[in-house]
C-alpha cells in the first residue's frame, strides 16, 4: 500500500466511499473509517499501518499545499472578511 488509492481501494472493499468534497477531509474521514475497521479486527495490524502511513502523509502534502496558498494570497481567509481593527 503506497498511494491514498490503495487506501480508496481498501476502504472500498469494505464497502466504503468517501468524498466529502475537500481533499483534507477525505483524507481524515478515511483515517476514520480505517480506525473502525481496525478496531473491529477486520483488517490486520500490517495493513492497518501502512494505510495510516499513507494517510498521514498525504495529510502532511494537503496541509503543505493549504499553507502556500494562503502564503501566495497573503493570508487571505477563504473569502471570509477578516477584521483588522
Same mark, same amino acid.
Given at each position: 500500500? =503506497?498511494? %491514498?488509492?490503495? #487506501?480508496? +481501494?481498501?476502504? =472500498? @472493499? !469494505? &464497502? $466504503?466511499?468517501?468524498?466529502? &468534497?475537500?481533499?483534507?477531509?477525505?483524507?481524515?474521514?478515511?483515517? %476514520?473509517?480505517?480506525?473502525? %475497521?481496525?478496531?473491529? +479486527?477486520? $483488517?490486520? @495490524?500490517?495493513? !492497518?499501518?501502512?494505510? =495510516?502511513? #499513507? %494517510? #498521514?502523509?498525504?495529510?502532511? $502534502?494537503?496541509?503543505?499545499?493549504? +499553507?502556500?496558498? @494562503?502564503?501566495?494570497? &497573503? &493570508? $487571505?481567509?477563504?473569502?471570509?472578511?477578516?477584521?483588522?481593527?
Amino acid at each position: 500500500m =503506497k498511494t %491514498l488509492y490503495d #487506501v480508496q +481501494q481498501l476502504l =472500498k @472493499n !469494505f &464497502g $466504503i466511499f468517501v468524498y466529502v &468534497g475537500k481533499r483534507m477531509w477525505d483524507i481524515e474521514l478515511m483515517a %476514520l473509517e480505517l480506525d473502525h %475497521l481496525h478496531k473491529a +479486527q477486520v $483488517i490486520d @495490524n500490517d495493513t !492497518f499501518a501502512k494505510a =495510516k502511513l #499513507v %494517510l #498521514v502523509h498525504e495529510h502532511h $502534502i494537503e496541509e503543505k499545499r493549504e +499553507q502556500e496558498k @494562503n502564503d501566495l494570497f &497573503g &493570508g $487571505i481567509n477563504d473569502g471570509k472578511k477578516v477584521d483588522r481593527s
